[in-house]
Each structure stands twice: as structure tokens, then as C-alpha cells.
């Protein structure tokens, strides 16, 4: 109302200057006219208003005067005074917003100048719609917004003015708003939303209106525009997990970053209201050393190893979170399930080693455990070792075994056992571990030393080196260390009464047997001793061997001329009839040698003969016999010098003279002798005698003597002296001991002598003895060439050997000596 007081004050401010300006003005006219009328139309008719005829106003130059500056939208018609439309007359154009509009003209007529305003007022016309400025509004409102929340729109505006201007508001019908519509302190109207029922928008994202806003013209017009609500978010929602529980398995060592499971919460907020992270709630450590928890996707992933055996079921509460910091919980509950990871362990409890190859057949040698760390199946196990060792496993309480021994053990033929035991468990597949024990076997004294032979012989040469080895004998012992030491020692004995260790002596280490003394063949042949092998166990364990040792003779012994006497004692004389014819025998040369064998075997010769020719020698009987009929012309004395040779090497001999007499009378002799052999050549008859005398007595008494030995048996075995060695009678040849009795009887002697008695196969033994009493020294004598001189049982005192034989061809010399007598 004041908008439209204060334009009718301008208006008459303008018409009151316009009305200075002409100072001689005749009364307006007025015309109203709507707006957009056609051109041409005429508005009025001037020269009628006037009352003046339509030709003077041609010839009173009537002209329509304006505002320069605007615009001649009116113009008059001459011919008839009317005043038409000129241009289109648009109200809004020209007066804008204005309520009151009009074109003012000034009619000047001249002659008389006259001036008359006119004014054309313009009147509206509903021309224009409403119109928003935007044909779209845009709100935001937040889901929270209360109800009669208002939220002032933009106004619509309408060029019309007054009642065609915007006159009211309508809205769509919705289930959110409504519409209330104010008027300006202008007179425009607006509208306000308001909020008739809360928004969500997690329900309706967005809300589009149609606002019209119409005028009140008629006809009405209107205008649109589409309101586009968004509703805001509210941080009104948490986050929701898709499960309460999340209960999943794992099998253990399970892959790092292997997804186990993936958590997810939705939270129907948007934006950072609805972003939801996740994040572990109160868990142990050990989770989350295990899991880790990716926080934007929830995955939850192996992070570490996963061990059934350490644990088998996790729990955590996983939180969400959304970004406004809501929190909403959910568990996860992982079982782990077990895989057959864990080998058998195999634990060696007890071990008795070594044991002792005596143990009995199933002593235990250990104790066994076994554990697997898997569980159920995989956890039962089934324990072996090898077949190739005397050992089993007998199942003990639970996981326990002993290990004891199938057979009896023998450390000389195993001295270890590598023990490879093996355990299976049944998972699938099965893993199986083992364990090598290396179980030895202790000694046990349980063999004796060995001899490499059942016997030993050894061959010595008499006259031996004493301390020279002769042989030696080695026995072994597989036992271990002093179990297996063998020791050599002889076993006390006696060989002929003589302790075996006069002989002999053995190196106890290397069992080499050395000659203690120098043998002599002719006093004993062989003999026999026992080593005893002996090792060091406790108690030792031995055994015996026997070594027999054979002495082999050396032509040590010259051959002994027993008959006839050397030369120098006595003289013996042969008496060789004159008319022997060739052949005949004439004498005998008896030697012995004391050696055996070809040492023994003597071969005679004639080295130097009175008469060579006449007489010849047997070359091994030693028979000496004329070698062709003795006449008259030979020499009554014939000497004969005799060579007796052993058949050794070197050969040895002896020499001796024979001395003939050729005559039949026995009364020659004394003639016969020369007087270098007067003296004893005198006695010789008489020596004869008393030598055939005593031969024959002691002869007689030998057989005396056997016969009453043999008669009253041997009561109880003494002991001969011998030097300094006891040598117990027991050990004589049975043939021998016979001249026990005797008592004369100081040593006894062996000499195996070969007497030539004619033919070298007809040799035959005569088994005697010599003693003291024998007045042999005078008969028995050693041959010259024998250095000494010794008595030939003087020398053989110290001899040791105690066969006794003496073979003598007695009976040709007593019948020799009876013949020539
Ligand atoms: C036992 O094993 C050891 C070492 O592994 C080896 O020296 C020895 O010869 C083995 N013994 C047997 C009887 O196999
Ligand atoms: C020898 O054997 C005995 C049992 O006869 C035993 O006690 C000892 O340990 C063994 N010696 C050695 C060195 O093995
Ligand atoms: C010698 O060995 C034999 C069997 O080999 C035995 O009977 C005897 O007792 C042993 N003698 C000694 C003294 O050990």
C-alpha cells in the first residue's frame, strides 16, 4: 500500500514538472488500455475528446511529443484523431514491478499553441507464469531433523503484478513434508518446508518434490520447480556383524596369510558413518601373535605358526567400528584341527652298556620311550628295530618298551650292535622317526687260549748252543685285553726224573722255547715237555700243548776200540797156526761208536802190515784173515796196524795194533815178543786169563743178577743220583730198571753199539752195564787217538741218558782165546 502511495507522489511529481515546463496546459485525457495490444488498435479517439474536428488537427500541426528517451510505443492518427498502438506495450517492460503504470503524452497543437497530456494508463494482463529462479532447489536435511523443522524455499516471482503476481504455493503430495507459504514485508509470498514426519536415510536416500507456485490470474498461471531434498546422514546405526559367533576350523600350520576368515559388519550409515573398521577386542597375545585382522575388509589371516599341540582352540572378539566411533562386538571362535606334523620322538631312558656277552637270553639292555606330540591317530605309535640284530623291542607300559636280547651274544664274533629303532605313528600318511643306539658288547673270560697246533716237534742237533731257540709255539685268545693275554709256561715234569725245565725254558710272552743246556744224543734220544698257554682273565682259563723235541746225533764220538786193547796198556798177541790156509780167520778187531747211524758205522782198515798181503780186514767186519796159506818163510811176528773209521762227517777213527804170532806152539810167544813188549808180553797169558775170568764172572753175575730182579718185582720207584739232577728210576726204560738191585750200579748208560760180529746184517745187541768194580780199565779202553784218555765210564759219569746198552761179541773173543791157549 505505502509502495503504491509513494508512486503516486512520484507521479505527480513528474505531471507537477511536465505541468511547469508547458505553462499553458488545457486538461488531461486519460485512457487506460491493457498491455500487449495488438498494433493499431486504437485506444481512443483525440480529436472527439478535443472536440475538435479531425481537420484542424492536421492543420494545427497536432503532433504527440514524448520523452526522448523512451520509447513512441503510441502514435495518433491524423486522419481520424485516433490514437492507436504503435509499438507492442509490454507493462512489465515499462514499468517493471511497478503497480501503477503509464504513458504519458503531450499533445501539442499549434496555432494556437496547445498543449493537452494525455495519459495512457496501462493496465495488466496476466501475461506472466510464476517462476522459480532455479528450477531446481536443492536441500539438505539431516535425518535427524526434527518434525516442524522449516526450511524456507526459494520465492517464485511473476512479473504481473497485484493479483496476478504469485499467489499461492502447492506441493506434491508427500509423506515427509508440507508446505506453508508467508508473504514477504514486499506483499511476496513464499514458501517454507516443513518437516512433517523425521526423515531416514538409510529408508529414502533422497526426496524430490514438485513445488508449484501459481498467480491469481485468470486464466491462472503457474510455475514449477522440483525440490530435491538429500537427506543427510546421522550417525544413527552401528555397525552390524553378518554372524553373532563366527566358528570356523584351521587345520594347523596353516600357510602364513592363509584367510581364515573373513568377519564383515555393515553399519547402514553413510559416509565415514558407515565406514566400518574392525580391530581386535580384548584378545591374549597369543592371538594376536598368531591372527592378524585386516581392518578395513575384517579378513582375518595366519600370521603365525599355528600349532595344535600348542593350542587348539582360539577365541577373540573381533570389534567394528564405525567412524563416529560405534562399536559393535562378534566372536570368532577358530578350532584347530590336527595334522599329523609331529614325528615320534624316541627317548633312550636307559641303556645298560656294554652288556656283558654272557647275558642272558632276554636280559634288558635298555629302556625305551616314545612320544608323538599329534593327537588321536596320530598319536598311537608302533615301535621296531631292525631284524638283523639279536635284540627285540618288548612293549612295557604305555610308550614304554625294553629292549632286550633274542639270542646269547658274543663279543669275539660282534663286538657292537647299531640299533636303528623306528617309530611309526598312524597318522596319514605316517611320519616315522628313528634312533641309532650303538650297544657294545663287554668281554667275558669265556675263551681259552688256542694253540695253532694239537703239537709241536722240534729237531735239534745234539751239542747245541745252550739258550738257542729251538721252537716256538703261539696259541691265541680272542677275548679282549688281559682276557685275551696269552702267557707261556711250561708245565712241571720230569723228563727221565730231571725237571722238564733243565731242558727247556719258554719266553712267556712270545712262547719262543730255548734249549737250556746242551743236548747229548747218546744220552737221550727225545723227549717231551707241555706248554701251557694261560691268559690273564680272573679266573684265567689255559690249555696245554705238547712239544716233543728230538736231538739228532753229531758224529761226536770217536769209534772205541774194544778189542784189541790200544797200544801202550797191554799187548795182546794173536796166535795164527802155521798151517793156516787162506782164509782162515785170524783175529777180530771189535770197535764201537757211541754215535748212531752212519756216525756208528765203522769201516776197518790195514794201514801198515809187517807182511802186506798176507793178512786183509773185512772192511766192515773187521774179521782179519789170511789172505793166502802161511808158509815157513813168513815171519813168525807179523804186526798189524788197523784203522777204525766212522762213517760221520768229518769221520772220526781210532787206531790200533794187532799183533800175530805164527806158530803152533804156544811157548813161541814169550820168543816171539820183543823186548819192547817183554814186560807185558810176559803177563799176557796170565792178564788173558784173568780178563776172560772176569768177563765170564761178571757175565754170570749180569745173568744172576737179571734173573733175581726180574724175580722180585720193583717194590717202589728210587731215586738215582746223578750229578746234581735227580733222576727218578721210574722214568727208566722198564729193561733197565731190572739193575736197580744191583746196588754197584752208580749211572747208567745207554749206548747202542754195533759189533761187526762177520756180517754186517747179523748185527746183535747184548744189553749190559758197567760200573766201578768192573776191572775194565785195563781191557776196556779207549782207542789212543781219543784226546784224554779218559775212562771211558769216567767219561760217560756225567752223561744223563740211562739206556744202557752194551752189545759185546764176547763169545768170538773167548773162543779166539781158548783156541790160541
Ligand atoms: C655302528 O655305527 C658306527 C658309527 O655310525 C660305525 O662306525 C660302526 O662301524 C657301526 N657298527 C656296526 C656293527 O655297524
Ligand atoms: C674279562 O672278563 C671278566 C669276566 O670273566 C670281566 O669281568 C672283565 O671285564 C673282562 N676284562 C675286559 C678287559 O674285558
Ligand atoms: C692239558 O690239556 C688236557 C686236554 O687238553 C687236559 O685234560 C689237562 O688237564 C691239561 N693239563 C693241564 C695241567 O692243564
Not at 177 to 192: I, M, Q, R, S, W
Not at 234 to 256: G, H, T
Not at 343 to 349: A, S
Not at 714 to 719: C, E, G, I, N
Amino acid at each position: 500500500m505505502g509502495q503504491n502511495g509513494f508512486m503516486v507522489t512520484t507521479s505527480f511529481s513528474i505531471c507537477f514538472f511536465i505541468l511547469l515546463m508547458l505553462h499553458t496546459s488545457r486538461g488531461d485525457m486519460s485512457y487506460s488500455i491493457e498491455e500487449e495490444m495488438r498494433r493499431g488498435s486504437v485506444i481512443g479517439n483525440i480529436a472527439k475528446d478535443l472536440g475538435l474536428d479531425v481537420k484542424s488537427l492536421s492543420d494545427r500541426k497536432a503532433r504527440l511529443d514524448t520523452d526522448r528517451t523512451s520509447r513512441r510505443l503510441c502514435d495518433m492518427n491524423l486522419s481520424t484523431g485516433g490514437l492507436i498502438v504503435a509499438e507492442r506495450i509490454d507493462r512489465e517492460e515499462i514499468c517493471g514491478p511497478r503497480v501503477s503504470c503509464a504513458l504519458i503524452y503531450e499533445l501539442i497543437l499549434e496555432n494556437p499553441l496547445e498543449m493537452h497530456r494525455i495519459v495512457i494508463q496501462i493496465q495488466d494482463i496476466n501475461d506472466n507464469s510464476p517462476r522459480f529462479s532455479n528450477d531446481q532447489i536443492k536441500l539438505e536435511i539431516g535425518e535427524s531433523a526434527d518434525k516442524g523443522a522449516r526450511f524456507p524455499l526459494d520465492e517464485a516471482h511473476d512479473l504481473d503484478t497485484g493479483v496476478n503476481a504469485v499467489q499461492r504455493y502447492f506441493l506434491d503430495k508427500n509423506d515427509h513434508f508440507k508446505l506453508a507459504v508467508n508473504t514477504n514485508t514486499d506483499g511476496g509470498k513464499y514458501a517454507e518446508l516443513i518437516l512433517d514426519k523425521e526423515l531416514d536415510r538409510e529408508i529414502q536416500q533422497e526426496v524430490s518434490l514438485l513445488l508449484t507456485a501459481s498467480d491469481g490470474g485468470s486464466p491462472q498461471r503457474s510455475g514449477t520447480a522440483v525440490i530435491h531434498v538429500t537427506v543427510l546422514d546421522a550417525n544413527d546405526n552401528i555397525p552390524v556383524f553378518s554372524q553373532a559367533v563366527y566358528k570356523v576350523s584351521l587345520p594347523e600350520n596353516s600357510p602364513l596369510d592363509f584367510v581364515v576368515v573373513t568377519v564383515s559388519a555393515t553399519d547402514a550409515d553413510e559416509g565415514p558413518n558407515g565406514e566400518v573398521t574392525y580391530d581386535f577386542g580384548r584378545v591374549s597375545d597369543k592371538v594376536k601373535n598368531v591372527f592378524s585382522l585386516e581392518q578395513k575388509t575384517g579378513e582375518i589371516r595366519v600370521k603365525g605358526q599355528i600349532d595344535f599341540e600348542e593350542e587348539s582352540v582360539y577365541e577373540m572378539r573381533i570389534q567394528a567400528k564405525d567412524g563416529l566411533g560405534l562399536v559393535s562386538y562378534t566372536k570368532v571362535i577358530i578350532e584347530i584341527t590336527d595334522v599329523n606334523d609331529n614325528k615320534p620322538e624316541i627317548f633312550i631312558k636307559s641303556l645298560y652298556n656294554p652288556i656283558p656277552e654272557n647275558a642272558v637270553i632276554g636280559t634288558e639292555a635298555g629302556i625305551i620311550n616314545v612320544q608323538d606330540n599329534d593327537s588321536g591317530e596320530n598319536k598311537n605309535i608302533r615301535c621296531s628295530i631292525q631284524h638283523n640284530v639279536p635284540f627285540k623291542l618288548v612293549p612295557s607300559i604305555k610308550n614304554y618298551y625294553s629292549l632286550v636280547t633274542t639270542s646269547e651274544l658274543d663279543r669275539e664274533v660282534v663286538t657292537d650292535y647299531n640299533i636303528t629303532i623306528t617309530a611309526t605313528d598312524e597318522g596319514s600318511p605316517p611320519l616315522s622317526s628313528s634312533k641309532t643306539i650303538q650297544l657294545s658288547v663287554s668281554d667275558v673270560n669265556d675263551n681259552s687260549p688256542v694253540f695253532d697246533k694239537q703239537s709241536y716237534s722240534a729237531q735239534v742237533t745234539e751239542n747245541n748252543k745252550p739258550g738257542s731257540s729251538i721252537c716256538s709255539v703261539t696259541a691265541r685268545d680272542p677275548d679282549w685285553r688281559q682276557n685275551g693275554t696269552v702267557f707261556y709256561s711250561l708245565l712241571p715234569s720230569e723228563v727221565n726224573g730231571v725237571p722238564v725245565s733243565s731242558f727247556l725254558s719258554i719266553n712267556g710272552d712270545t712262547g719262543v722255547i730255548h734249549a737250556v743246556r746242551s743236548y747229548d744224543y747218546e744220552q737221550c734220544r727225545s723227549f717231551k715237555a707241555h706248554v701251557v698257554a694261560r691268559d690273564n682273565g680272573s679266573p684265567p682259563l689255559s690249555s696245554n700243548v705238547t712239544v716233543s723235541v728230538r736231538i739228532t746225533d753229531q758224529n761226536d764220538n770217536s769209534p772205541l776200540i774194544l778189542y784189541p786193547a790200544p797200544a801202550g796198556s797191554s799187548i795182546m798177541t794173536e796166535m795164527v797156526p802155521r798151517a793156516a790156509p787162506a782164509g782162515s780167520l785170524v783175529s777180530k778187531v771189535i770197535a764201537v761208536d757211541a754215535d748212531s747211524g752212519q756216525n756208528a758205522w765203522l769201516s776197518y782198515q790195514i794201514v801198515k802190515s809187517t807182511d802186506p798181503g798176507l793178512f786183509s780186514i773185512g772192511q766192515y767186519s773187521g774179521e782179519i784173515r789170511a789172505q793166502r796159506d802161511i808158509v815157513g818163510t813168513d815171519s813168525m811176528k807179523q804186526n798189524l796196524v788197523i784203522l777204525v773209521k766212522d762213517n760221520g762227517h768229518p769221520s772220526l777213527s781210532a787206531t790200533c795194533t794187532v799183533y800175530l804170532v805164527i806158530s803152533d806152539n804156544l811157548s813161541d810167544l814169550p820168543e816171539v815178543n820183543n823186548a819192547s813188549y817183554d814186560e807185558p808180553s810176559s803177563k799176557l797169558t796170565t792178564y788173558l786169563i784173568i780178563a776172560l775170568v772176569s768177563v765170564s764172572t761178571f757175565f754170570l753175575t749180569f745173568i744172576i743178577l737179571v734173573v733175581a730182579v726180574r724175580l722180585c718185582h720193583r717194590r717202589k720207584p728210587r731215586l738215582l743220583f746223578d750229578g746234581a739232577v735227580a733222576i727218578p728210576s721210574a722214568y727208566l726204560p722198564p729193561n733197565y730198571a731190572d739193575m736197580e738191585g744191583a746196588g754197584t750200579l752208580r749211572s747208567s748208560y745207554n749206548y747202542d753199539t754195533y759189533l761187526t760180529t762177520g756180517s754186517r746184517t747179523s748185527d746183535f745187541k747184548f744189553v749190559t752195564s758197567y760200573n766201578d768194580t768192573l776191572p775194565a780199565d785195563q781191557t776196556v779202553r779207549k782207542s789212543p787217538s781219543e784226546a784224554g784218555g779218559e775212562d771211558l765210564t769216567g767219561r760217560m759219569e756225567g752223561r744223563q741218558c740211562n739206556e744202557v746198552k752194551v752189545v759185546l761179541s764176547i763169545s768170538i773173543a773167548v773162543l779166539q782165546m781158548e783156541r790160541s791157549l
